[in-house]
């Protein structure tokens, strides 16, 4: 149904987007969906000049996502579902794309039957090659979490999979292949351990990326009652899969780069196991109170979430709580998902957007600058959904207006609630709300089309320009169905810069690098992360929408291990620039 709309750069004729179109093109049974009626017909809502239009098809990523029975589920493992990545792994200056994927419970498969992750390559004319069988990085298992980062500083980036059972450490050779490091490195561990979401910083400054990994809940397989024997707990009075509640949690772990290729595991001498053991899902590192060292913030299930401060000692502390950045505005825990960053309102200090289950909106914490937050989700105009269990988000600024804007994704864990009128469905649309620019924002997900509106059980997201034409694509895994590429469609009508940075002291990958481009008193910033959304690692390149502006006024890039500044003044727009630290722009 979604069909490619080609676009024309600089030429001034736009491909045709609008609503009518779908509506020709909507098969009758989606009729019966209110929400599809409303976009297609309602002269009450607006379309906007941007499109999010699904061609995953189209491009080639047609891979199926196996996570767990399809219309029931009876373990927890069933349906948490999975992360996925956008990372140039060939390094060609186009996005190339990794999903993760799943298993089902007491399957027996056929020889070459099992599902696998996949890699698919990116053609550089909008469609994708799958290339696993050629990388070496098809597995089978349950895979939740990827994180990606050049962690033995050879130039090429790395990937780190979490997976229920053994993650792996895959070794980019810069060939187009992969090899499996993770004992080499050590990194394996003996015990079956449930990793989630995982990110590489480097916390200790010393220009090697360490690796933080969320693991989620002790849950042995050997432990799983087969299906004439299990028994449900209830939700809303249906029988359900139970958890995580009543099961027990496990505790994260942080590994010490030792500069050779190998790990330590510091999580007893760092202090990241004084919080106990906690349902983690998604971690991310940034630097929260601009002290110049990387913090940690992971959204937690059904538990306190954590902010770990760094003590600049080897340490860290949970200040959570204190910060205020650990449960809801009335002090309730949530169920929290996926974790998105951003200086969403410009004033130099980076914020946090947490997705939770239904029943409960997500959160936006606005960072006071002082080491705590205030969770404005209702002041923001974020509060105005709650019927969605929500997984996937960023900061995106879709529109390019310098705004960084929230993308989310949703899909419920039971099946079974299609069978009951709960006002709540297993698939899900997309929400998308726009940065207003005075601390506010407004649901605008009726006027982005069918790669917003479409509905499907989501988990991961990653967001990037995949087509390099200057406006942010997101990627989203779907359970039990293929992924779901969506292009954005005349997002690059206003300008932007995208930096690339390489680090030379610091590590290669130039995680924690912090960028801010100004264009006259409108500063914004952001920094080089790896991990997000949930269990998902998006584009390390950072883009900034610039509006009408077609000249960056100036661009400051601070190094995290030196912590010098290198600044470059009267920058065209509509260019991605590479910046090797200590060398400047490389043409």
């Not at 989501?458 to 390099?468: C, V």
């Not at 130039?510 to 269990?535: F, L, P, W």
């Amino acid at each position: 149904m979604n069909l490619p709309r080609r676009r024309f750069l600089g030429s001034g004729i736009i491909a045709l987007s609008g609503t009518l179109t779908e509506a020709l093109a909507t098969p009758l049974w989606k009729w019966r969906d209110p929400s599809l009626l409303q976009t297609a017909t309602s002269p009450h809502v607006e379309t906007s000049p941007v499109q999010l239009v699904d061609v995953a098809q189209h491009s080639g990523l047609t891979a199926l996502n196996v996570w767990g029975g399809i219309d029931h589920k009876r373990s927890i493992i069933e349906a948490k579902g999975s992360g996925l990545a956008f990372f140039d792994y060939d390094h060609d200056g186009w996005l190339d794309i990794y999903l993760t994927n799943g298993n089902r419970l007491d399957a027996q498969w056929a020889p070459g039957q099992a599902p696998t992750s996949h890699l698919y390559k990116n053609n550089r004319d909008g469609t994708f090659t799958d290339v696993t069988e050629k990388s070496g990085i098809g597995r089978t298992g349950w895979q939740t979490g990827v994180c990606v980062g050049d962690y033995n500083n050879d130039g090429w980036d790395d990937l780190f999979c979490c997976f229920w059972g053994h993650n792996i450490l895959f070794r980019n050779n810069g060939d187009g292949t992969f090899t499996d490091v993770t004992q080499k490195a050590g990194l394996a561990q003996n015990i079956y351990r449930w990793g989630t979401g995982c990110t590489f910083l480097d916390y200790d400054r010393d220009g090697h990326l360490d690796l933080f990994v969320c693991n989620y809940l002790k849950l042995d397989p050997e432990k799983i009652l087969p299906a004439d024997k299990t028994t449900y707990c209830q939700w809303k009075g249906v029988p359900s899969m139970c958890g995580p509640r009543g099961l027990p949690g496990d505790t994260n772990i942080l590994y010490r780069n030792n500069g050779d290729g190998t790990f330590t595991d510091v999580s007893e001498k760092s202090g990241i196991l004084k919080p106990g053991p906690r349902y983690s899902i998604t971690a991310v590192s940034y630097d929260f109170d601009n002290d110049g060292w990387p913090d940690i913030y992971i959204a937690v299930d059904s538990e306190p979430s954590i902010l770990f401060k760094n003590n600049h000692d080897g340490t860290f502390t949970d200040v959570a709580v204190m910060a205020g950045c650990a449960y809801s505005d009335n002090g309730h825990e949530q169920a929290g998902m996926g974790v998105a960053v951003a200086d969403y309102d410009c004033d130099g200090f980076f914020d946090i957007f947490k997705t939770n289950f239904s029943d409960d909106t997500c959160n936006l914490y606005h960072n006071n600058g002082d080491g705590t937050f205030t969770d404005v989700t209702f002041d923001s105009g974020i509060g105005v959904n709650n019927r969605y269990v929500a997984w996937g988000c960023g900061f995106v600024d879709y529109d390019n207006d310098g705004w960084a804007d929230i993308i989310q994704v949703n899909g419920h864990v039971y099946p079974e609630i299609d069978n009951y009128n709960f006002g709540q469905t297993f698939k899900n649309p997309r929400l998308v709300y726009k940065n207003l620019g005075n601390g506010r924002f407004k649901d605008v997900s009726a006027e982005l089309g069918p790669g917003v509106s479409e509905r499907f059980s989501s988990r991961g997201a990653a967001f990037g320009d995949y087509d390099n034409d200057g406006d942010i694509d997101a990627v989203i895994l779907n359970l039990n169905d293929p992924p779901s590429l969506l292009r954005n469609d005349g997002g690059n009508r206003q300008n932007w810069i995208k930096i690339k940075l390489i680090g030379t002291k610091c590590n290669r990958t130039a995680i924690g690098a912090r960028v801010r481009v100004m264009v006259g008193k409108h500063i914004q910033m952001d920094e080089v992360h790896s991990g997000t959304s949930v269990m998902s690692q998006s584009d390390l390149r950072l883009h900034f929408g610039l509006g009408k502006a077609d000249t960056v006024d100036l661009i400051e890039v601070k190094w995290p291990t030196t912590q010098k500044i290198e600044r470059f003044e009267k920058m065209k727009a509509n260019q991605i620039l590479t910046i090797r630290e200590g060398e400047g722009v490389i043409k």
